[in-house]
């Protein structure tokens, strides 16, 4: 059986993307990329919303000539995974080993990661929101970067409180630092 994980990179004030919708303050550094390549090897299958995949859509056409190791690496991880977009406006989904779904269904979510030989990951804070009201993140990572952006997309879902089991901590250079948790169903 798998696990439903949401890993996502924020600023110290809790925000994925600042109030314009920028992300390029998340960008990771060579340890954390190397990191994240690593972690990556455990899933196999990714769930997105539409402006996720938007923005991961480029992995299929890397790496480009003269890109770093890390970036073929990644793009090699991402190859060997299948992905499900959640989205009820785009027509058609262009990835490869992809199919979209219209609706988050929670229950076929639970049913896809009880049945997976491999951890699932989910990805955009509007579905992992959903995944944590519906009860179903096992575990988030926060890389946390050193920067305030004063608003934007939190990365965590408002009005939900969640109990919480430190797992790992890790400090990279240049200031990130990496807080993953378990979520702790027993309280309730």
């Known amino acids: 059986m798998g696990r439903l994980l949401y890993s996502v990179s924020a600023s110290l004030d809790g925000y994925i993307a ?14 954390v990329h190397a990191f994240v390549n690593d972690r ?3 899933v196999g299958t990714y769930l997105f919303g539409r402006r996720m995949y938007e923005t991961m859509r480029a992995w299929d056409d ?3 000539p003269g890109d770093p190791p890390l970036v073929a690496d990644f ?16 027509p058609a989904v262009e990835m490869a080993r992809s ?13 896809l990661v009880e049945e997976s030989d491999r951890d699932v990951s989910i990805g ?3 579905l992992a929101a959903a995944a944590f009201r519906a009860g179903l993140i096992d575990e988030f990572s926060l890389f946390v970067v050193p920067v305030t952006v ?7 879902p408002r ?30």
Do not use: H, M, N, Q
């Open 150 to 156: 004063g608003g934007g997309t939190p990365a965590l």
């Open 124 to 126: 955009g804070a509007t």
């Open 159 to 188: 009005a939900l409180s969640l109990r919480l089991e430190l797992l790992d901590e890790r400090a990279f250079t240049g200031g990130t630092v990496l807080l993953r948790y378990r979520v702790d169903r027993s309280a309730g």
């Open 40 to 42: 990556e090897r455990s």
């Open 99 to 111: 199919r979209l779904e219209r609706t988050f269904d929670p229950a076929a979510v639970r049913t």
């Open 75 to 90: 793009a090699d991880v991402w190859g060997g995974i299948d992905k499900v977009v959640y989205s009820s406006t785009l």
């Open 18 to 31: 600042d109030a314009a919708g920028s992300f390029d303050w998340a960008a990771p550094g060579v340890d």
């Open 62 to 64: 890397l790496p480009a």
